[in-house]
């Protein structure tokens, strides 16, 4: 490190720890030379994005000379008049990433505290690094969100809490009774996010939105995505709900223009194809039981998921699995980046790649035993 780095970069910067994406499929390609591969890593739709909106995207390329709408008026009315909200309740952000750390840089100083769940997803805790606040990392309790021990920790100087449902990597839910109680006793100076990034997969009927506590008057922010279910992960894109004061903050740290025009129209012609949402939710029902029933074969344990990914103990060195399956085409996530070294993350494909993955994961299981 430079001598100027050293001495003028900001001191928080250097305790931030940079974020590990699933393995590209080009990057696999190049090293292993390898042509056929599955991409179950990164917990995207295998079904692909949106019919609909990727004809939208297509009807506008001929106007990328021009800036995007820098409020994205037309994506706030349809998401007002689907959620029944003001539009100023609405933000629209760089992906759901970037509303969080939108969140962070409007209401939290040096020295202030966050609560995270952990494991969770790691932008809550790069977040509040970047505008170097105090961590408290709460663990996990069988795989859930210990929601008193989250409680429990909160102080005077806790500004936000993070709630991750359902959970990334264990696909985990917290239950409406659970979250009730929680949220009769959060201080009214702590702001709860709730990322709520799968919610389109959860089926239990103890799932609960953090929209009904919006709508109740407490401090809360929903952060949604089009990435996942919509399958627009490469158009960054998503959006949150909040009370109006808390939107005018969070939009005065706004860049204008966040937000390319495609992404726009495309989010906005997603939202109305409904035939895609439900063939996704369908697709995705079907492959986790399939999946269900191989790992039972295999004896393997695995944590029930109400999102589109399964975190599996694979009892072997997480890294051998996940070399082992590269090595077959097959990428998953090793669980020791979320402090599980026998876990790994895979991601519910389309019937062909959940089949190749089981495969796979014999053979590789197999070769280390």
């Not at 005077?156 to 990597?169: D, G, M, S, V």
């Not at 996704?280 to 191989?294: D, F, I």
């Amino acid at each position: 490190m430079s001598q100027f780095v050293a001495s003028r970069a900001r001191s928080a910067i250097f305790s931030l720890k940079p974020y590990v994406p699933g393995k590209p499929i080009e990057e696999v390609k190049r090293e292993l030379g390898l042509e056929d591969i599955v991409k179950l890593a990164s917990n995207e739709n295998p079904l692909g994005p949106s019919p609909l909106a990727q004809r939208a995207a297509a009807s506008i390329l001929d106007q990328l000379h021009y800036y995007p709408d820098s409020n994205c008026f037309e994506l706030k009315q349809k998401l007002s008049e689907r959620y029944n909200l003001s539009p100023s309740s609405i933000l629209i952000g760089n992906g759901s990433d970037e509303l969080l750390k939108l969140a962070a840089l409007a209401f939290l100083n040096p020295g202030e505290q966050v609560v995270l769940p952990q494991p969770s997803f790691s932008a809550y805790e790069f977040s509040a690094k970047v505008m170097d606040g105090v961590c408290l990392p709460v663990p996990l309790a069988d795989f859930t969100h210990d929601l008193s021990a989250m409680l429990q920790a909160v102080t005077e100087q806790t500004k936000i809490i993070y709630i991750c449902n359902p959970n990334n990597p264990t696909g985990t839910i917290v239950s409406r009774e659970q979250i009730d109680e929680f949220m009769s006793q959060v201080p009214d100076h702590v702001l709860v996010v709730f990322d709520e990034a799968y919610s389109e997969y959860a089926e239990s009927p103890d799932y609960v939105s953090g929209l009904e506590y919006l709508r109740a008057g407490k401090n809360v922010m929903v952060c949604r995505t089009f990435s996942k279910i919509y399958g627009l992960a490469g158009l960054r894109i998503g959006y949150a709900f909040t009370t109006p004061e808390i939107a005018g903050a969070i939009e005065r740290v706004t860049d204008p223009f966040n937000v390319n025009s495609v992404a726009q129209i495309a989010a906005l012609a997603a939202l109305d194809d409904f035939e895609h949402l439900w063939t996704s939710q369908e697709l995705n029902q079907k492959g986790k039981h399939y999946l269900y029933e191989q790992l039972n074969n295999l004896g393997l344990y695995y944590v029930p998921t109400q999102a589109n990914f399964i975190f599996i103990d694979t009892r072997q060195d997480c890294r051998k699995v996940f070399q082992g399956l590269l090595q077959q085409g097959v990428i998953v996530r090793p669980g020791d980046v979320f402090g599980y070294p026998t876990f790994i993350r895979v991601t519910i494909g389309t019937a062909a790649e959940n089949a190749r993955f089981i495969n796979s994961l014999r053979t590789v299981l197999e070769n280390l035993s």
